[in-house]
């Protein structure tokens, strides 16, 4: 009895040939074909060292499919699980470009938490110490934008470059306020629909890197 693992069905229906019987002089050996795992088997001939099948038990016992092209016997397997599972992971981040995107990521944090705690406090939110917090994100970002080495990367530094973009632009709101009143309600990030759309999409960033694999986040366009 011959077996064979579902992982060489591909290279049974390579091998094994389909056609006609030999002669009836040619020396036959009968035996029987199983698919490791399967309850059901087909008849196996052996001619001349060479083993045979017939093709419509090799469809049914793989769970493949038949079909005919003129004079092309065309059988179709079904895909691997294991196949299948890999082609339904979200793209994977390469480790290079995780690392840079969690510093990228950490420098925006400390700029919001600084521009978060002087609005609350009602410190001057002065342009100096808030430029001196903006190049430093903005050297980061470039970091990670460079450590980019697959199309996953591309794509999660793209969102990581509107994040920073989304940053940029409430922080300048606020310089712009201080200047102009020289006051900033303490509740103005609590109204801030900008400062939620920041904020949500540090966490899907944050999300992405732990699991290592790019998913769009609405949050960061």
């Known amino acids: 009895m011959a077996e064979f693992s579902p992982g060489a069905i591909t290279k049974v229906a390579m091998l094994l040939a389909v056609g006609v019987m030999a002669a009836a002089q040619t020396a036959q050996q009968q035996g029987t074909l199983v698919i490791s795992g399967e309850q059901e088997h087909a008849a196996l001939v052996r001619i001349n060292g060479k083993s045979y099948v017939d093709v419509e038990s090799l469809a049914r016992l793989t769970h493949g499919s038949l079909r005919f092209q003129g004079d092309q016997t065309i059988l179709t397997l079904p895909s691997a699980p294991g196949a299948q599972a890999a082609s339904a992971r979200p793209p994977q981040l390469s480790e290079g470009y995780l690392a840079a ?88 990030l609590d109204n801030s629909t900008l400062d939620a759309k920041v904020q949500d999409c540090e966490h899907a960033l944050i999300s992405m890197a732990a699991t290592k694999q790019f998913q769009d986040a609405p949050s960061c366009h």
Do not use: C
């Open 101 to 188: 995107e969690i510093e990228a990521l950490t420098q925006l944090s400390e700029w919001r938490a600084a521009l978060a705690n002087a609005i609350e406090n009602n410190y001057p939110v002065a342009q100096d110490w808030v430029s001196r917090l903006e190049r430093s994100a903005e050297a980061k970002l470039q970091l990670a934008i460079a450590a980019t080495t697959t199309g996953p990367d591309g794509k999660a530094s793209e969102l990581l470059r509107n994040e920073f973009a989304s940053m940029q632009q409430m922080s300048d709101q606020f310089v712009a306020m201080h200047a102009k009143d020289n006051y900033i309600p303490p509740d103005s």
